[in-house]
């Protein structure tokens, strides 16, 4: 067993070594894997902590525990660390598993895929897509701009040079007649009119 111990401001006993490594000897047993051990036991004041991290294959575990005296300091550390191992152990059991068989070996049965066709050897399968029945909202920022406005009226191909020199992408304008217009730059980079009523 490989246990590397640390002992700050506090000599690491016999008593000690011995609680540590038959708990540590009970984890390893659930876990049925071998792992690195690292002990730190320090003493601030008159607290007593224990700090105990093993590392498993699918990530480290750590115990934290402080109490009155440094066997209480070391019990709560190793309960905490072996509850973690129990629910380290058991969570590969909880995750789901692909429907590929059954528990009895046999394939399960296939879902039939929809088709379109007057018979099974002339049907051509088709893929149906299910949209969520209500639409994701994302959550709105208002931003008040004066560089997206402009001020004064403008011919169209003011404006684009206009919103194309701020780099907005969206830009507001009156014509010269007074009828509010929003320039919209789209994804590919090309630029919509629209016409507020």
Do not use: C
């Not at 009155?68 to 019990?75: E, I, L, N, Q």
């Amino acid at each position: 067993m490989n246990v590397e111990y640390t002992g700050r401001q506090y000599e690491i006993t016999p008593a000690i070594r011995k609680e540590v490594e038959t708990g540590i000897a009970k984890i390893r047993k659930i876990l049925a894997d071998k792992f690195e051990t690292k002990v730190v036991l320090a003493v601030e004041k008159h607290r007593h902590k224990a700090e105990i991290t093993i590392s498993p294959r699918n990530g480290p575990l750590v115990g934290l525990a402080q109490a009155g005296t440094m066997k209480a300091a070391v019990g709560e550390a190793l309960d905490h660390l072996e509850k973690q191992a129990v629910r380290h152990k058991t969570r590969w059991r909880t995750k789901k598993r692909a429907a590929g068989r059954k528990f009895n070996g046999d394939a399960a049965q296939e879902t039939p895929q929809p088709a379109v066709g007057l018979t099974e050897d002339t049907a051509v399968p088709i893929v149906v897509h299910k949209y969520p029945a209500v639409a994701k909202t994302t959550e709105v920022h208002l931003v008040h701009s004066d560089e997206a406005v402009a001020l004064r009226p403008m011919t169209l191909e003011e404006a684009i040079k206009e919103a194309h020199f701020r780099d907005r992408d969206v830009f507001v304008f009156r014509d010269p007649k007074g009828k509010v217009m929003v320039l919209h730059r789209t994804r590919d980079g090309k630029m919509e009119l629209i016409e507020a009523p």
